[in-house]
């Protein structure tokens, strides 16, 4: 759809009356985003006065399109880049996307198998060629699917994780740390998943609570020297994956528990196979699991490969990589471990060494691409020393550096950080970094580089093989807000735009990406990525739940912007969010800021239309002369707001910004100041051209508070108000609005006095509305009123003409005040002006007295409801305090209904 659009051409609309009646934004946005694209906009513009705002945008996985997840990281980061460039900022904001490794690779496969090819039978070169093809098209539409959303980014700048630049980043880092000694290849137990045959990342495993079973087994015990004959003593252990008992080295307890004191140091013997093996102690065993004893197999748990470590214990591998058993599982070898798992516990049932089984929930590992379970498994790879890199990167955020928003992730990031573990950093795969390392089969000698080599170094021989394992796609993404900026090359733009501004990203990835990229900055870099980590939460359904194609509840952001507008989509994603809490993704919500989109059209064209043919121009705020009541409040509300969006904004609190200037915008300037303006255009031609400029000028400086959350209805208007109010396009404070400088907040505008006065003239039309509609008093009918205004006689007098218009009455009578209420009517209170809405004529007041005596007696229903649920003691002791004091506010609220409303039958009744 983009690409079609594109051709289309700018074809300006020279008379205002041809304006569309409804905004349409599929014949908008892609012809704006175009405009800016190509007019560089997105590019930096150099400001040497001001500190560069800097993001490097969270690359998309090339692995299909662009998801709701995407579309909220887009629109947050959007709304900040185009913020601080209308802030004058020098603004960079780098694009690019992730080669993905396991999960491209994975896609890939998948698509081949559907051809009937396998990677093995076209080799790696083949198979790397066709991945490419993959990336070249899938690249592409995600950059497409950014520019539908309105990314502002450099797309001159934008990078891939494979790109030659980041290559190079990526063997200079590889290297170094060897170098340092924190790059070693060692056994050590990692993820391994049977179907992708390789190890994966902490992130590419999700833990689901399955229905399992927990199984307790008698573990004999070996005689003590000197003891012969008697009754065997056993140990009892519980497990939940039986099949691994075939690998066990050891049985551990805690030291400090008092029923396995004395049977430390001795020989327990492992069921099937008999082999002997010690009883130990270690503070790592939880006396509270199964029975306070625990089966010890190294090489098929983290928990017990430390304990291993600790007491030096041997370990024997029984399940292989493929998931089946090994040659150490003795009558088991070759069975699947399930297969096997079933087989073992029907034997050891029948050597009557099952004490016991239990249904027990077990938290499994899967792999996140395949659903497999997940097999811990000792494997020799290519791991990171992480705590010297964790150290500076903790303190960097305990002693300030770096500020987490919001602050409650900073215990998460602390405790992932202090008890990092070494990073398995290789991937069996194909699709990918290469391992920059190099054995000679002439010498034996191994060799890391930083450059393809093809002679020894050390015995000048040829027989070199480059190691066959890729790197963690994390390895390089770690290196994000640096590589892409040209290090290890001294750029100017790494002189320039490093260290970035901000960090933004879903609160999930905070351990394996946010965490890393700041212990690669400092540690490369000398100091921190970023000064801000903002982080977002999730977009779950209607319901609450996470979006999953399973649940069939998954959201395609560009069939939204199809249906209701990007704009739409984007202020939705804003203005439900607050920092790090999961929002749900409503339609009603999608649509009423579409009606929203549409609301600025309608407003606007009223502007454009009513004001075309008075001179002036777009004012300045500061340049307006006010003349009415009105006129000072809209002024003064928009003051009030530009401080308190802009200071919002600068909090990070982007949901609250857009709330209120879409409150501002559809009640204050649409709902009120339009409508009173429609009665102050008809006044003479001073006021004329008074309310012409406050509209203007209000609409352009709302336009620029609004643009960042709503980029592309915002441009096109204000495009068109400049058209058609200045004469001379020279005039005009920038070519577009993404760079019109935003509203500085001017406190000498502050009129607090407007704010009293017009706020009590806002509550007499309210209520006097209020009532003809309680009243059903036909709409075209004016109603005389009778007010009691005080010391406010002059400035009721002059509002008249707004009362009359807005609350369809005769000219209000104004009186300071009355010694006696008017016959026949109905009294209402605004603030102390009192009002009097004589009813004789207009209304049945029989049916109206039928009308109240029901609410009357519905409201006593649920006040008695109420009252009796909070004298129930039960309910108050032992519900929770907050939702007590709810139902005491609920019965507080309907008390003062019923005064209200049989208030208003006395009225009536006395009429």
């Known amino acids: 759809m983009i690409e079609q659009e594109k051709n289309t051409e700018m074809t300006p609309i020279t008379d205002v009356a041809a304006l569309p009646k409804a905004y349409e934004p599929q014949a908008v946005e892609a012809r704006w985003y175009r405009f800016w694209e190509e007019g560089d906009y997105f590019k930096p513009r150099p400001n040497p006065a001001r500190k560069p705002f800097v993001i490097s945008m969270p690359p998309p996985n090339v692995t299909g399109a662009l998801h709701l997840g ?15 460039r209308m802030q004058g900022d020098e603004t960079l904001w780098v694009p ?9 690779q994975t896609v890939v496969e998948r698509l081949l198998a559907k051809e009937g090819i396998d990677r093995h039978h076209i080799g790696r070169e083949a198979f790397i060629e066709r991945v490419w093809q993959w990336v070249a098209q899938y690249k592409s539409r995600i950059q497409d699917q950014h520019r539908r959303l309105g990314a502002s980014c450099d797309w001159s700048r934008e990078r891939f994780t494979l790109d030659e630049g980041l ?4 063997r200079e880092v590889f290297v170094r740390l060897y170098d340092e000694g924190l790059i070693y290849r060692g056994e050590r137990i990692i993820n391994w998943c049977p179907v992708c045959m390789s190890a994966i990342s902490d992130l590419e495993v999700y833990h689901v609570n399955t229905p399992g079973q927990l199984t307790y087994v008698r573990y004999p015990l070996k005689p003590l020297e000197g003891q012969s004959g008697g009754q065997t003593e056993y140990i009892n252990v519980a497990t939940t994956r039986p099949e691994t008992i075939l690998g066990d080295t050891a049985i551990a307890v805690n030291p400090a528990d008092p029923r396995y004191k004395d049977i430390i140091g001795r020989t327990a013997i492992v069921p099937i196979v008999h082999r002997e093996i010690p009883i130990v102690g270690d503070d790592a065993v939880e006396t509270s699991f199964g029975t306070g004893a625990v089966k010890v197999t190294p090489a098929h748990d983290p928990v017990d490969f430390e304990i291993g470590m600790r007491h030096d214990l041997p370990r024997v591998q029984v399940i292989g990589f493929d998931a089946k058993m090994t040659t150490e599982a003795g009558p088991y070898v070759g069975q699947d471990r399930y297969e096997a798992r079933k087989n073992l516990v029907a034997d050891l049932e029948k050597q009557g060494l099952i004490i016991k089984i239990e249904d027990y929930t077990v938290p499994l590992g899967r792999c996140q691409r395949t659903d497999t379970v997940i097999e811990p498994l000792i494997s020799k790879q290519w791991f990171i020393k992480m705590m010297p890199l964790a150290t500076p990167a903790l303190n960097a955020v305990k002693y300030g550096q770096i500020k987490i928003i919001p602050e409650r992730f900073n215990k998460t990031y602390f405790d992932w950080l202090e ?33 393809d080599i093809t002679t020894c170094p050390h015995c000048e021989g040829s027989e070199l093989r480059q190691d066959e394992d890729v790197l963690d796609t994390w390895f390089s993404s770690w290196l994000w807000p640096f590589s892409t900026l ?28 946010v965490a890393r990229m700041v212990m690669s900055g400092i540690h490369f870099m000398g100091n921190a990525p970023f000064s801000t980590i903002y982080l977002h939460g999730l977009v779950r359904d209607p319901k609450g739940e996470k979006m999953s194609k399973s649940k069939g509840n998954v959201v395609d952001p560009l069939e939204v912007m199809d249906k209701f507008g990007t704009d739409a989509l984007r202020f939705t994603l804003a203005t439900s969010s607050t920092p790090g809490n999961d929002m749900k993704l409503i339609d009603e919500r999608i649509i009423g800021n579409r009606n929203f989109a549409n609301k600025i059209w309608n407003a606007s064209r009223f502007v454009l239309l009513t004001t075309n043919e008075i001179k002036g121009g777009v004012p300045a705020i500061e340049d307006l002369k006010p003349r009415t009541l009105a006129d000072r409040w809209i002024i003064h509300r ?77 441009e096109e208007v204000w495009q068109y108000l400049y058209q058609f109010s200045e004469p001379n396009k020279a005039a005009w404070p920038a070519t577009a609005l993404i760079v019109a400088p935003w509203p500085q907040h001017n406190e000498a505008l502050v009129d607090e006095e407007a704010e009293q006065h017009f706020s009590l003239v806002q509550q007499v039309i309210t209520l006097i509305r209020d009532a003809r509609n309680q009243m059903n008093v036909e709409p075209a009918r004016r109603i005389p009123a009778i007010m009691a205004v005080g010391e406010n006689v002059s400035m009721f007098d002059e509002q008249s003409p707004l009362i009359e218009f807005l609350a369809r009455t005769e000219k209000p009578q104004l009186h300071p005040a009355l010694a006696q209420k008017p016959e026949q009517s109905m009294s209402l209170l605004a603030g102390g002006v009192e009002i009097y809405l004589p009813l004789a004529g207009l209304l049945d007041i029989g049916k109206e007295l039928e009308r109240l005596d029901k609410e009357i007696a519905q409201s006593t229903q649920e006040a008695a409801r109420l009252q009796g649920k909070l004298s129930n003691q039960n309910f108050v002791t032992r519900a929770k305090p907050e939702v007590v004091e709810k139902e005491r506010e609920k019965l507080t609220a309907q008390e003062e209904r019923i005064s209200k409303l049989q208030t208003r039958r006395a009225e009536l009744a006395n009429m």
Not at 96 to 104: C, L, P, R, V
């Open 96 to 104: 690019g996307e992730d080669h993905a490794g396991i999960a491209t």
């Open 486 to 513: 040209g290090w290890p090359d001294n750029t100017p733009d790494l002189q320039r735009y490093y260290p970035t501004t901000v960090m933004e990203t879903g609160y999930d990835i905070i351990f394996f990406w």
């Open 419 to 451: 008890n990092i573990h070494d990073w398995c950093i290789s991937r069996q795969l194909w699709w990918g970094h290469r391992i920059p390392v190099w054995y000679c089969d002439s010498c034996g000698e191994m060799i890391v580089s930083r450059e």
């Open 638 to 714: 928009f003051e009030r707001l530009t401080k308190n969006a802009t200071r919002l904004i600068e909090e990070f609190q982007f949901g609250e910004a857009g709330r209120q200037i879409n409150d501002f915008f559809w009640s204050d300037y649409c709902d009120w100041y339009v409508e009173i303006a429609k009665v102050q255009m008809q006044g003479d031609e001073e006021a004329r051209q008074s309310t012409a400029a406050i509209l203007r000028a209000v609409l352009d400086q709302s336009l620029r508070l609004l643009h960042p959350f709503m980029p592309f209805v915002t």
């Open 70 to 84: 995407h579309a909220i990281t887009a629109t947050i980061e959007d709304i900040m880049i185009r913020y601080h």
């Open 167 to 170: 290559t190079k980043a990526v």
